[in-house]
């Protein structure tokens, strides 16, 4: 494809394409030209350089998130339907969670997630800084949820690319793995339930589990009684 028929948005679609498929180590700029019909240099024309493809790709990706209105159906539905957005897009494409370490990822789509997001938080009844720690705390803990199935992903590319049969050698480092979880008595009592089928994976509706947790900790503060004026509770004052 010709550098003047060539367009930002094209490329950037293509390369979420490959990053998906390749992981972040797969993203060249000849095989994105490759598969774009067009040159390397006319890819870095229009984008500049990889890293900041990576960054226009990364951001691209939240506006696959839904931006709820709780004002509509309330600020805990809107909490969750966003938070579980976004934990399926980042297992969508488990190679944004590494470049967050490593590039500078913040443009319109992020931007427009984080105010939207906030302003969730602000409705439940957090102001202020609150209203950031809550946000942050939802954000930090689909983040973590994310992180191994991310590196799964990216682990599995690396075993392949080095040659050999990848399953066989992730199997291999997960039997070795329990050998060493046989030492130790609460490790070695799971092992003999059915989650020892994948030892390396939390049970079933953890997601669920931990976000429900922590947004039922949230409900308690907003509801939580002022203490006295001027009364020591050791404990920061709730600020609905």
Known sequence: MPRDTLTREQIVRAAIELLDAEGLDGLNMRALGKRL????T?????????????SLAGDELWHEIALPDPATVGWRASATSMATDLHAMLNRHPWLVQSLGSFVMFG????????????????AGFTGARADQAAGAVFTFVLGSALGP????????KLSREGGDAEERMR?????????????????????????????AA???????????ILDGMEAQLMAPHPPSGQNTGHPTPTP
């Open 150 to 157: 991310a590196a799964e992903a990216a682990l599995t590319r």
């Open 108 to 123: 319109p789509g992020k931007a427009r997630y984080d105010d939207h997001h906030l302003g969730v938080y602000e409705a």
């Open 203 to 213: 049970p079933d509706n953890s997601f669920e589990f931990g976000l429900r947790a």
């Open 37 to 40: 019909g067009s040159a390397a």
């Open 172 to 200: 291999d480092g997960m039997a070795q793995a329990m050998e060493i979880a046989e030492r130790f008595p609460r490790l070695r009592a799971r092992l003999g339930t059915t989650a020892a089928t994948d030892y390396a």
């Open 42 to 54: 006319a890819v870095y024309w229009h984008v500049g350089s990889k890293d900041n493809l990576i």
